[in-house]
């Protein structure tokens, strides 16, 4: 074996270590991010109700603002986890996955590389030198 075809399997044994952990990573956050994505859809759901509610109440053109809210406490509380779990930065993690991706495909790029959704990673072919 030469020197040259020891070093070329290295690096295909680094290239497959690191394609292993890419998808490794990416699949790990699959479930927790389905999970945010249900929080998400639910609360949003919620509020979105909650406001339809408020905003159908005919009570609601006659009185306060302060009054008309507090007779709709589901609107608010909908907001209020809203707004929590918003602060909280559960819209990183609905979408964890992609930024990972994304950051990896602009690294990779240096390397003539890209990368899938799963973390595959993609070869392209070398470009032609023109001079």
Known sequence: MSLEQTACEDVIADLKAFERRLTEVIACLQPSTIRWRIVLLVVSLCVATGAG?????????????????????FFILATVILVIIFLLGVHKRVIAASIITTRTREVLIDFNMSCDDTGKLILKPRPTNIT
């Open 53 to 73: 509610q408020w905003l159908m109440d005919p009570v609601t053109r006659v009185v306060p603002l302060s009054q008309s809210l507090s007779n709709h406490p």
